[in-house]
């Protein structure tokens, strides 16, 4: 089982329509848990962390479920501009803070 | 700042050549990294290290080696460069925290190809 799991879609979507996409890790003693966004042939950058109590940012919200190990990330009023690849990322183990595991990605497009 | 920047950005090679890619980061960070990013693979970390003057081995170092001998920057090494080696390399930086990760600066990646 691979240690960060996320449907690789695509997930072809119109404008203005909401979206979510899930994501399951397997220790159970993971720390830390983020989305990243990267778009096409650019670098990942952080779009959110995740917490335990989950946390909204604008249209963008984020949920941990630890006993089932999951988390999540819901997109509101889709945007042209959200059009990208989605990036599960957990910090897998207590004591490694610097080490991150990423998924394999969950790509997005947003139509009219 | 220019956050964290990589050279070169495209290289071919042809297999057995060496080559170096530099990573440098300005915004004065403890930890560096390096991944590569192969379709349907996600990020794979090579090598990282947590201060200057250290590495530590990553997922899938074999076939790499790196240095870090000034803080800010973090040099990557194919001594001798094989297909399988093809890939986006893309190098990060971030603070350091024990407790829990910090958030991870990418450079905009190397595009290599090793014919």
């Known amino acids: 089982r691979k240690e960060v799991e996320q449907d690789p879609g695509p997930f072809n979507v119109p404008e203005g329509a909401t979206v979510a996409f899930n994501c399951t890790y397997s220790?159970?003693?993971?720390?830390?848990f983020f989305w990243y966004r990267q778009d096409c042939r650019k670098e990942p950058k952080l779009l959110m962390s995740?917490?335990?109590s989950g946390n909204e940012d604008g249209r963008f919200t984020a949920q941990l479920n630890r006993a089932s190990q999951y988390i999540s990330l819901l997109i509101r009023d889709s945007k042209l501009s959200d059009s990208a690849t989605y990036l599960c990322v957990v910090n897998p183990k207590a004591g490694t803070a610097s080490k991150l595991t990423f998924g394999t990605g969950t790509r997005l497009q947003v139509t009219l | 700042n220019a956050g964290v920047t990589q050279t070169p950005k495209f290289r071919v090679l042809k297999t057995g050549q060496s080559m170096t890619l530099l990573c440098a980061q300005d915004m004065n960070h403890e930890y560096m990294y390096w991944y590569r990013q192969d379709p349907g693979m996600g990020l794979r970390l090579i090598h990282y290290s947590v201060g200057e003057g250290t590495t530590a081995k990553g997922e899938v170092p074999d076939g790499y080696n790196v240095s870090r001998l000034k803080k800010q920057n973090f040099l990557l090494g194919l001594e001798s460069a094989a297909p399988s080696q093809t890939s986006v390399y893309f190098c990060?930086?971030?603070?350091?925290?024990?407790?829990?990760?910090?958030?991870?600066?990418f450079g905009p990646g190397t595009r290599l190809t090793v014919t």
């Open positions: 220790n159970s003693a993971s720390q830390s």
């Open positions: 995740v917490y335990s």
């Open positions: 990060a930086s971030s603070y350091s925290r024990r407790s829990a990760a910090y958030e991870q600066y």
